[in-house]
C-alpha cells in the first residue's frame, strides 16, 4: 500500500541533544512537509521542498534542520537550538498538480526533558 | 496574511443528528480548500478537496461547500454516528503552503 511512514512514533530525548525523525514516502510525490502541532494551536510548518535537493523554511524554522536527498524520504533534525521541542511531529507530501491532496503520515511524538 | 478559523472548537451531538462545521478564511485567493479528519495521537486523513473553482464536494455522508467571496467553507455531516468523533480541520492553499485552521472537536454520543 503506498503510505507515508514516520518513525519513530514515540521519541524521548534529553535536552541539548539533537534527534533526526523519519518520514519516507513511496507514493511518488515530489513535495513533502514537516508540521508542528501542539494543543489548541493549528498546525505549523517548519520546513518544505517541492524537489530533490531543494527546500524551503517554513514559519517555524529556527532550531530545525531538513535534508532531501532522496524523492522518497525528508527527515527532520531538531537540534538543541529549538527552545521547547516537545510536540507532535507531522510529516506530509503531496503530488506535483496544483490540486493535488496533502497526505499525512502518523506522526511522531517527541518528548525532550 | 492567510488566517484560518474554525468554530466551533467543540461540538458534542447525539447520534443520528445532521450537524455541520464551520471554516472562515480571511484571504479569498487561494487554489483549493482540503478537510481532514484527525483521531487522539494519530496524522490527518484527506476527506474532502474542494478546488477553488467548484462549489461543493460530496463523500458517502459529507458534503463540504466553497464560497470564495465570502471566505467560507461548511463541512456537512449527515445522520452522524460515534464513528465520526474525531478532531476535523480545514486548511486552505495558497501559493504553496497549506494554512491551518485550529480544528472542531467533534463528540457523538450515542
Known amino acids: 500500500d503506498g503510505g507515508i511512514t514516520q518513525s519513530p512514533k514515540y521519541l524521548f530525548r534529553k535536552e541539548g541533544q539533537n534527534v533526526t525523525l523519519s518520514c519516507e514516502q513511496n507514493?511518488?510525490?515530489?513535495?513533502m512537509y514537516w508540521y508542528r502541532q501542539d494543543p489548541g494551536q493549528g498546525l505549523r510548518l517548519i520546513y518544505y521542498?517541492?524537489?530533490?535537493?531543494?527546500?524551503q523554511k517554513g514559519d517555524i524554522a529556527e532550531g530545525y534542520s531538513v535534508s532531501r536527498e532522496k524523492k522518497e524520504s525528508f527527515p527532520l533534525t531538531v537540534t538543541s537550538a529549538q527552545k521547547n521541542p516537545t510536540a507532535f511531529y507531522l510529516c506530509?507530501?503531496?503530488?506535483?498538480?496544483?490540486?493535488?491532496?496533502?497526505?499525512f503520515g502518523n506522526g511522531t511524538r517527541l518528548t525532550v526533558t | 496574511k492567510q488566517e484560518v478559523t474554525q468554530i466551533p472548537a467543540a461540538l458534542s451531538v447525539p447520534e443520528g443528528e445532521n450537524l455541520v462545521l464551520n471554516c472562515s478564511f480571511t484571504?479569498?485567493?487561494?487554489?483549493?480548500l482540503q478537510w481532514f479528519r484527525q483521531d487522539p495521537g494519530k496524522g490527518l486523513t484527506s476527506l474532502l478537496l474542494?478546488?477553488?473553482?467548484?462549489r461543493e464536494q460530496t463523500s458517502g455522508r459529507l458534503n463540504a461547500s466553497l464560497d470564495k467571496s465570502s471566505g467560507r467553507s461548511t463541512l456537512y455531516i449527515a445522520a452522524s454516528q460515534p464513528g465520526d468523533s474525531a478532531t476535523y480541520l480545514c486548511?486552505?492553499?495558497?501559493?504553496?503552503?497549506?494554512?491551518f485552521g485550529t480544528g472542531t472537536r467533534l463528540q457523538v454520543f450515542p
Open positions: 506530509a507530501s503531496r503530488g506535483r498538480e496544483s490540486n493535488s491532496p496533502l497526505h
Open positions: 507514493l511518488n510525490h515530489d513535495a
Open positions: 521542498s517541492q524537489i530533490v535537493n531543494d527546500f
Open positions: 484571504d479569498s485567493a487561494i487554489y483549493n
Open positions: 474542494i478546488q477553488s473553482s467548484q
Open positions: 486548511a486552505v492553499r495558497g501559493t504553496d503552503k497549506l494554512i
